[in-house]
T-cell receptor
Framework: GQQVMQIPQYQHVQEGEDFTTYCNSS?????IQWYKQRPGGHPVFLIQ?????EVKKQKRLTFQFGEAKKNSSLHITATQTTDVGTYFC???????????FGEGTQLTVNP | KAGVTQTPRYLIKTRGQQVTLSCSPI?????VSWYQQTPGQGLQFLFE???????NKGNFPGRFSGRQFSNSRSEMNVSTLELGDSALYLC?????????????FGPGTRLLVL
């Protein structure tokens, strides 16, 4: 079956530093979604990527889909304490019909 | 629109008991998926229901079952509870018609098995 790996599992940064999390799938994807879960909360949809090589930006967040559609990254510029939480990628295979979530990257930001 | 609601929010059970969790999707959403979340394990997919039919199933034992009603509300049942079933159970709804849909998560039910 499909394997989804996210790295790193944990990341501690000082406020103002940049942060990147990577998501890798063992199979080619039709699309990938990113979610954020604040401590004590539930996952909230951030964005969806569909096209090979696609790059999307949301303020300080930059999302990228790999050319081979098997990996993706989320980059946060100049982190803030409000960025604290766990970031999950959710992958949909080209041949499947459901999303497979990565294990998430837990981000802590020291003020 | 009201969001996804889950009841109860917290639950304490003992080993061997059974539990039923409920999920009401966003109005108009026909797909409901269930996930188990434990520390360090991410979100493990349990099953998905669409139009009262189970459309996808994860790799969980038969003790975990679910159903969906005609109004799209869904229930999940866990029988013969084990200590390892302690987790946050999340349901997520989506429109259900496409292959690239956003999942809208509820607040979850936190289950503790003693």
């Amino acid at each position: 079956g499909q394997q989804v790996m996210q790295i790193p599992q944990y990341q501690h940064v000082q406020e103002g530093e940049d942060f990147t999390t990577y998501c890798n799938s063992s199979t080619t994807l039709s699309n990938i979604q990113w979610y954020k879960q604040r401590p004590g909360g539930h996952p909230v949809f951030l964005i969806q990527l569909v096209k090979s090589g696609e790059v999307k930006k949301q303020k300080r967040l930059t999302f990228q889909f790999g050319e081979a559609k098997k990996n993706s990254s989320l980059h946060i510029t100049a982190t803030q304490t409000t960025d604290v939480g766990t970031y999950f990628c959710a992958c949909k295979e080209t041949s499947g019909s459901r999303l497979t979530f990565g294990e998430g990257t837990q981000l802590t930001v020291n003020p | 629109k009201a969001g996804v609601t889950q009841t109860p929010r917290y639950l304490i059970k003992t080993r061997g008991q059974q539990v039923t969790l409920s999920c009401s999707p966003i109005s108009g959403h026909r797909s409901v998926s269930w996930y188990q979340q434990t520390p360090g394990q991410g979100l493990q997919f349990l099953f998905e229901y669409f139009s009262e039919t189970q459309r996808n199933k994860g790799n969980f034992p038969g003790r975990f079952s679910g159903r969906q009603f005609s109004n799209s509300r869904s229930e999940m049942n866990v029988s013969t509870l084990e200590l390892g079933d302690s987790a946050l159970y999340l349901c997520a709804s989506s429109l259900g018609g496409g292959t690239a849909e956003t999942q809208y998560f509820g607040p979850g039910t936190r289950l503790l098995v003693l």
